[in-house]
């Protein structure tokens, strides 16, 4: 009984283990404004994370209308293990397992399946909009 309990505390230390993984580098992102992969020297502070770019043009565009630019910035925080999930985006509650959408890369889940059904009835650039344009309610800074 002892060896089953154990072996289970270790199942779960390693899933959370597995879960919690390092971010991605940033030549793995993507680009907020062309969606290219990023060059690790074109970076920008953000929301208390940094976000890559491709090149310095496209940094200067972020830098010139950053509101443009947010829910793009903050996917690609969260797709880089800066941002993590607090709760549903949309009510703040509990995440429900299978609730689960990919998002531009960042993996989000979702209070019910009417939220994630609204998120997955839309157009690919709209639900980085509207998951990641606000992130209040489901994401915080990781530490």
Partial sequence: MKSSIAAAFVAVVCFAVAVSAAPKEPQDAKCPV???ACD???VAEFDGGKVWFCC???LAAFQGDKAKFTAQAHQQMVATGQLVQKGCPF???PVKPGTQL???GAEVGFCCPNCKA???KAEPADRVKM???EIGK???LAK
Avoid: L, M, Q, R
Wanted: charged share 25%; glycine share 20%; hydrophobic share 35%.
């Fill in 34 to 36: 062309s969606g290219e």
């Fill in 102 to 104: 990919d998002i531009g």
């Fill in 91 to 93: 009510s703040g509650g």
């Fill in 138 to 140: 489901g994401f915080a």
């Fill in 131 to 133: 998951v990641f344009t």
């Fill in 40 to 42: 690790p020297a074109a």
């Fill in 118 to 120: 609204k998120v997955e």
């Fill in 56 to 58: 310095e043009k496209c």
